[in-house]
């Protein structure tokens, strides 16, 4: 049964940025994960792309080849309500709703320290981790 894993913006540029590291090989070649994102994080995703002067096409075979996208419905001024127990940065809210919608067991992320991990396992039984130590941990099983 393949892990429900929701990415943070971060994970993905760094993804495109580097074919390397942690993010590019959790992204591209690791086997028995559904990966999520966001309609609002692909949204956040072009605006960065753009910024950077990073490569849209390489975003979008990304995404469409190995994501599925929640769909978040509610504006983002209420998901910030409802989601802001959850966070340090309040516009990271949208991450944990996504997170949530898709039924993640995993929300990984290299700005861990914007989330209060404790709080997602206890109410959403989600761990917040790096692709690094979700890589570590796939590795193990």
């Known amino acids: 049964m393949p892990l429900k894993v929701f990415v943070d913006s971060d994970v993905i540029i760094s993804s495109l940025i580097s074919s390397i590291g942690a993010a590019f090989l959790l992204l591209n070649q690791t086997d028995g994960l559904e990966l999520y994102i966001s309609n609002i994080s692909l949204k956040e995703l072009g605006i960065v792309v753009e910024r950077l002067g990073l490569s849209e096409k390489e975003l979008n075979n990304l ?54 991990a404790d709080k997602l396992k206890e109410k959403f039984n989600i761990i917040l981790t790096t692709p690094a130590n979700l890589l570590q941990y796939l590795r193990s099983i």
Do not use: R
């Not at 709703?97 to 995993?106: L, S």
């Not at 990984?108 to 989330?115: A, G």
């Open 63 to 116: 995404i469409k080849k190995h994501f599925s996208i929640v769909q978040l419905k509610d504006p983002i001024t209420t998901i910030k309500s409802k989601f802001t127990e959850y966070v340090l940065d309040i516009d990271d809210a949208h991450i944990v709703a996504g997170a949530q919608e898709a039924n993640a067991q995993f929300l990984i992320s290299y700005n861990t320290k914007h989330f209060k």
